[in-house]
């Protein structure tokens, strides 16, 4: 086994800068475990178009408040801390973070460490 510690990742190449965002990649794809965990923070009042076409995401907010809205039906998802939010059909979504918000997010299949949002807020298919 092994441990990770977020203090050795801060400012190191797992951590990720996005424009909304700050992803703390603590596992990825070379860690083999079938998935990737991030400790991502969410920048106050700020709205994030992503669509995760080719991955599975579970997100689970431990501080701050906003709301998922789902695109395709206009659904409105409040998420405060103690929520999870899982993009179990690959959904179209905005994030709205009325104040900062920081989230734990694993993503299925793993991320493989220095992706950022293409136009349509989607990571790019594994393997290319
Ligand atoms: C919640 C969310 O999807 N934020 C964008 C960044 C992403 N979660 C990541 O790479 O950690």
Sequence with gaps: MKTVRLDDIVGGPQDVHGET????RLLLADDNMGYSLHD????AGTATKLWYRHHLEAVYCI???GKVVTV???REWPIEAGTVYA????DKH???AETAMRMV??????VTGRETHDADGAYPA???
């Design 40 to 43: 991502t923070l969410i920048h």
């Design 72 to 74: 395709d039906d206009g």
């Design 94 to 96: 905005v994030l709205h």
């Design 105 to 110: 997010c694993v993503f299925n299949p793993p």
């Design 21 to 24: 965002w700050n992803s703390r």
């Design 87 to 90: 993009l179990d059909k690959h």
């Design 126 to 128: 594994p393997g290319g």
């Design 63 to 65: 501080e701050g408040k």
